[in-house]
């Protein structure tokens, strides 16, 4: 995506294009086609695998700037992100053992139909701008009652969202007491949180940022931000879940996700992150 929108960023500035008409110019809500015979899958030992979809194949398609190799699944077109995302969700969370009342903002091609397929109408998709999501609404603003979910997916959303602390308390607030919510972003585990007002251009942002929507890239405060907003939030490092074995077959990169449950009432009377480490 990057890639695409860097080549754009003439465009978006000589036009005035919104974020809406980026992405539906890059057609960005498709299940990715691939061209015959490139990514041949074959059941090879010792071969990669994608914990998405369940195939194995004997190289990925490079994906990104560079051409990154052996990034994106030549069948369901998950990159490291979606992997590592996958495999935590399958691994360390109820996903796949029960039926979950889900929430996906900004559900990517290659895990909806899965997650449609095992949970159903309990599961509910979510876009600003993409007219097939399930529901078209902003983060900040749920359409949703207090308590409404299991688990709430959010992956390379809130970087885009300006006001991340009101869609950081909205998904504290849609959350079962028991729920809890995924959630993925650039993060920076060397450095605080890197945002300023007066990057407010496409051409500032993708300067400062490395893309023309994003607002700031996550660093190791996130956990106090979450904190402000409602949640109890956990770093977890692919490192953490997958041997260096198991990553290297799934070509999953050192990614991070942050695991976050609503505060407890007890919680409120507390200092910061970690009050609530008794009893649970
Ligand atoms: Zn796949």
Excluded at 160 to 189: N, Q, T, Y
Excluded at 197 to 214: I, M
């Amino acid at each position: 995506m990057l890639h695409g929108l860097s080549r754009l960023l003439p465009e978006i500035e000589e036009q005035g294009l919104d974020e809406a008409a980026v992405y539906r110019r890059e057609a960005l809500y498709e299940r990715p086609r691939f061209e015959q015979g490139r990514g041949r899958l074959t059941p090879a030992r010792g071969a990669l695998l994608c914990p998405v979809c369940g195939r194995s194949a004997t190289r990925f398609l490079p994906f990104g700037l560079g051409g990154r190799p052996n990034a994106r699944c030549p069948d369901c077109g998950s990159l490291e992100r979606h992997r590592f995302l996958w495999t935590f969700l399958a691994e360390r969370t109820p996903l796949l053992r029960r039926r979950l009342s889900i929430l996906h903002t900004a559900p990517e091609p290659c895990l909806e139909p899965a997650l449609r397929a095992r949970h159903g109408r309990r599961y509910v998709t979510l876009d600003r701008f993409n007219p097939k999501a399930d529901v078209r609404a902003d983060l900040t603003d749920l359409p949703f009652p207090d308590g409404r979910f299991d688990l709430v997916l959010s992956s390379h959303v809130l970087e885009h969202v300006p006001d991340d602390r009101a869609a950081l308390s909205e998904i504290a607030r849609v959350l079962k007491p028991s729920g809890i919510a995924v959630l993925l972003f650039p993060f920076d585990p060397k450095g605080i949180t890197r945002e300023d007002p007066a990057v407010d251009t496409p051409a500032k942002r993708l300067a400062a940022y490395g893309h023309p929507y994003h607002y700031r890239i996550y660093g190791t405060d996130t956990p106090q931000r979450m904190f402000e907003a409602g949640l109890e939030a956990t770093l977890v490092a692919s490192a953490d879940v997958l041997s260096a074995h198991r990553r290297r077959r799934r070509r999953i990169n050192r990614n991070h996700l942050f695991l976050a449950r609503p505060r407890s009432t007890a919680a409120e009377h507390g200092d910061g992150p970690g009050e609530r480490s008794r009893g649970h």
